[in-house]
Nanobody, 112 residues
Framework: QVQLVESGGGLVQAGGSLRLSCAASGSIFSMNGMGWYRQAPGNLRELVAQITSSGSTNYADSVKGRFTISRDIAKRTMYLQMNSLKPEDTAVYYC??????WGQGTQVTVSS
């Protein structure tokens, strides 16, 4: 089993920044194959950014150039640095591992 705990969400004005963290524990064999998703009310959950199994990174077009995904292997923690936030970034952000395990989510609200 893998446990994922997100933190770092909150309320921020448009143009501001937040950094989300995802602490992983349990049967973690790699910090690759993990990613961040988000779900806004009435919308499907969508991929925001991921670290693939090979260690490369992918981003949704809507966040390219503004968000950066990273991880600290020693701390078993994944991060999402979010800059130049927009109201449309408002959503619950979820951490995912191996396309199987999910965290409980953290709310990000961007006011205009």
């Amino acid at each position: 089993q893998v446990q994922l705990v997100e933190s770092g969400g909150g309320l921020v004005q448009a143009g501001g920044s937040l950094r989300l963290s995802c602490a992983a524990s349990g049967s973690i064999f790699s910090m690759n194959g993990m990613g961040w998703y988000r779900q806004a009310p009435g919308n499907l959950r969508e991929l925001v950014a991921q670290i693939t199994s090979s260690g490369s990174t992918n981003y949704a077009d809507s966040v390219k150039g503004r968000f950066t995904i990273s991880r600290d292997i020693a701390k078993r923690t994944m991060y999402l640095q979010m800059n130049s936030l927009k109201p449309e970034d408002t959503a619950v952000y979820y951490c995912n591992a191996y396309s199987r395990y999910w965290g409980q989510g953290t709310q990000v609200t961007v006011s205009s």
